[in-house]
Nanobody, 115 residues
Framework: QVQLVESGGGLVQPGGSLKLSCAAS????????MGWYRQAPGKQRDMVAT???????DYAHSVTGRFTISRDNAKNTIYLQMNSLKPEDTAVYYC?????????WGQGTQVTVSS
């Protein structure tokens, strides 16, 4: 059973940076895209950033220019570099890998932006 394990969350002051990682426990085949989502208390889970198998990336408007998604295929890992963090970025962040046959989700990592 493939597992996705996120890490890198924590408490950071406004304007600070964090880098999230999402490592798969084994190689995943037929990947179409990989992404990061977030869910704040009382709100729906929203897409933050996506990287497609082609390498094309897509970002939510609210994080464009501040967040960067990347991947290391050799390590079965995706990353989310988050800069210029704002209190409204506070949420649980989840990684998701989409294949031609199913989706895989991580367990989530808390990011709190507060002074």
């Amino acid at each position: 059973q493939v597992q996705l394990v996120e890490s890198g969350g924590g408490l950071v002051q406004p304007g600070g940076s964090l880098k999230l990682s999402c490592a798969a426990s084994e190689s995943i085949f037929s990947i179409t895209r990989m992404g990061w989502y977030r869910q704040a208390p009382g709100k729906q889970r929203d897409m933050v950033a996506t990287i497609f198998s082609s390498g094309y990336t897509d970002y939510a408007h609210s994080v464009t220019g501040r967040f960067t998604i990347s991947r290391d295929n050799a390590k079965n890992t995706i990353y989310l570099q988050m800069n210029s963090l704002k209190p409204e970025d506070t949420a649980v962040y989840y990684c998701k890998i989409t294949t031609t046959y199913r989706d895989y989700w991580g367990q989530g990592t808390q990011v709190t932006v507060s002074s």
